[in-house]
């Protein structure tokens, strides 16, 4: 798979998750066939990268598996994947975690949003159960997370969270180039970026379940890498304005009726929720 024989590609960074990458690729192949996979693997000490080499044989259309020489850090896995995929010709890039935190079934909502936006974010804070398989800890921490970039860069979207639909043919490579970050902040700082830079942002409700193989790869000084560089990116958006400006400007504009700005308002509030009677996603 040299070129791009679709025009979307799904990308998984995947570090230690050789009991989660055999069935999410199973689900995410049970939403089309009209879109390529892309695993990047940091050198897994517990073997997911030769699980997924022979996964890539199984479905050698499909499934493509790239190794990189050690752990580099999530933002700097996406940095990577994002590259390849414009330097691979595709026009859409779909990203996800590999623990099953984003159910593969929201691929074609995903979809279906980027009519309509430049980049589409899976948003934990719209429905009201959407952290139910959560910790207590762990809900707290994204709450206040998303509270913090909220507050400090005016985003009323999920901005921590990986699973995205970028539309690569809207969305210059340079965009990416301002992105400094090798880690979580990544997430935050790449889309407040595109968002300052008048690029549309929508966003779908999701409900995110909890792991049950293997460990949360986040530790205490990547949360606290992440707050001090939320507060850098803070003072440079009054301070530095011109160091986050992209050259090209964006080439369509989100949807900006009545409903869509209740939802933005509604979703920049992580404490609050709406009723819903949209369904959970289930484990298969």
């Given amino acids: 798979m040299n070129a ?33 996979i892309l695993f990047i693997d940091d050198n897994s000490p517990d073997g997911t990268g030769e699980i997924l080499d022979e996964l890539a044989v199984q479905h050698p259309k499909r499934v493509r598996v790239l190794h990189r020489a050690g752990r580099q850090g999530v933002g700097s896995a996406h940095k990577f994947g994002i590259r390849w995929a414009y330097a691979n010709g595709y026009s859409e890039l779909i990203t996800m975690d590999s623990d099953f935190a984003h159910p593969p079934l929201y691929i074609p909502r ?21 952290l139910a398989d959560w910790t207590p800890f762990r809900k707290i921490l994204t709450r206040v997370g998303h509270f913090l970039t909220v507050t400090l860069l005016r985003m009323p979207y999920d901005a921590t969270g990986a699973f995205r639909f970028y539309r690569l043919d809207h969305v210059p490579a340079s965009a990416f180039t301002l992105v400094r970050s090798e880690g979580y902040s990544f997430f935050f700082e790449s889309l407040y970026l595109l968002s300052a830079n008048g690029f549309g942002v929508g966003q779908i409700p999701i409900h995110v379940l909890n ?21 850098v990116l803070c003072a440079e958006k009054y301070l530095r304005p011109s160091r986050h400006r992209i050259t090209v400007l964006a080439r369509r504009r989100p949807a900006t009726g009545p409903a869509n700005r209740r939802r933005l308002r509604h ?14 996603p289930q484990r298969l």
């Fill in 4 to 36: 791009a024989r679709n025009r979307t590609l799904v990308m998984i960074p995947t570090y230690n998750e050789r009991r989660n990458v055999g069935p999410l690729l199973d689900q995410i192949l049970q939403q089309g066939d009209d879109f390529d």
């Fill in 267 to 280: 979703a920049a509030n992580p404490f609050r929720y709406r009723s819903s009677d949209t369904g959970r």
């Fill in 110 to 130: 995903l979809r279906a949003a980027a009519e309509n936006y430049d980049v589409v974010v899976g948003s934990r804070y719209i429905e009201p159960d959407s």
């Fill in 211 to 231: 792991r049950t193989a293997g460990e949360s790869k986040m530790r205490t000084r990547d949360v606290a890498t992440s707050v001090r560089f939320l507060l």
